[in-house]
């Protein structure tokens, strides 16, 4: 199933207002860490899945990358990822991960920043980027982690005041769909365990070449004191991969 809640005006509103809606990258609390993982971005062909506002295709052109393509189904992500853009070696196209058919070899480095989990078949996904990749070529992604996708709720166990106790995870071996609840609306995600995610990789061809589950800097925790708690449990997990 292709799900494109971002083109409903009411959920892509509340998107919106989110922090890193407004504040970019540096309010993303993943990416002082997904920062580190890129590769040398100069002179590169970069290709992202699931571009939204384009921030990081912005981010790849400031490092001096050759070309930018930015790929999302929703046609209001691309909108506003052309508003915030004059540079004409960045390209933005609608268009389904689950869809992608590109030449063989024809990115150096494709990045995906929280979109794999909204794709059912991760599998057929690993190997169309990887046929996609000129040989060397990178392939750096982050996702929900399966510590939080494991329940559907995704949210925390409550005191009898309201407090945080803790994060549940159950079900985790219980592969599949889950409808969370996301910004009012439901939305359909897939679970997979760690090990499932990193064999898609593996048997797709790639060699993984590093594994992080960040939270957030002590600079973003400044700036947003609310992130405190994740500091708990992974929310992101984070991988590069080599072809």
Not at 185 to 210: C, P, W
């Amino acid at each position: 199933m292709k799900q494109n809640k971002y083109d409903d005006p009411d959920f892509f509103e509340k998107y919106s207002q989110m922090a890193r809606s407004i504040g970019g990258l540096d309010a993303a609390g993943e990416w002082h860490v997904l920062r580190r993982m890129l590769p040398e971005l100069k002179d590169k062909n970069v290709l992202d899945l699931g571009c939204g506002y384009g921030w990081h295709c912005r981010y790849a052109r400031e490092q001096g990358a050759r070309s930018v393509l930015g790929i999302d189904i929703s046609e209001k992500m691309i909108e506003r990822a052309r508003e915030f853009n004059e540079d004409s070696t960045i390209t933005y196209r609608q268009a389904a991960i689950e869809d992608i058919d590109f030449e063989a070899g024809q990115f150096d480095v494709v990045i995906s920043s929280l979109a794999l989990h909204y794709i059912e078949d991760f599998v057929s996904a690993c190997r169309k980027i990887y046929d996609s990749l000129a040989p060397g070529g990178s392939f750096i992604l982050s996702m929900e982690h399966p510590i939080f996708t494991a329940v559907a709720a995704q949210d925390w166990h409550y005191g009898p005041g309201g407090e945080r106790l803790h994060w549940p995870v159950d079900h985790y071996q219980s592969e599949g769909q889950r409808i969370a609840r996301f910004l009012d609306s439901d939305v359909v995600k897939y679970h997979r365990t760690v090990a499932t995610i990193m064999n898609a990789l593996i048997q797709a061809g790639f060699r993984i070449t590093e594994v992080a589950e960040p939270g957030p800097s002590e600079e973003a925790l400044k700036q947003y004191p609310d992130m405190i708690d994740e500091t708990r449990r992974p929310i992101f997990l984070l991988l590069a991969a080599l072809k």
